[in-house]
């Protein structure tokens, strides 16, 4: 029997399939890792599209999805950033929310106390 190569196309569902079993082994994604995914695949797609009109649709596509990757992962540490920052300071509001009704439960307390309601 003889040994024939493994095609592209072949090798991209073996890659492909890999990835999506490997991907699920984890918890969440992150706003990062969402980005680059969506970088990778778009890029991926868009330069196999480019890569075949000049006749090499798998290296457009791996250059592409490279390309992708990378830009979606900077864009996506960017917006996690900025939810990070807005998480903190949405504590810090509830924290110092807390702190005004509770200073407001005392003076009110206090006032009853010493009967000025």
Do not use: F, W
């Not at 599209?49 to 992708?68: D, E, K, Q, R, T």
């Amino acid at each position: 029997m003889k040994n024939r190569p493994v095609t592209s196309k072949k090798a991209a569902i073996l890659l492909t399939a890999a990835l999506v079993l490997g991907g699920c082994t984890g918890g969440a994604l992150t706003t990062r890792e969402k980005s680059a995914g969506v970088g990778a695949l778009g890029g991926a797609a868009v330069g196999g599209i480019i890569g075949s009109m000049v006749g090499h649709p798998a290296a457009g596509a791996a250059i592409g999805g490279g390309l992708g990757l990378g830009a979606g992962a900077v864009i996506g540490d960017q917006i996690q950033g900025r939810e990070n920052q807005s998480y903190r300071q949405d504590n810090e509001i509830r924290n110092n929310q807390a702190d005004i009704d509770r200073q407001r439960y005392d003076l009110e307390k206090r006032r009853r106390e010493r009967g000025e309601y």
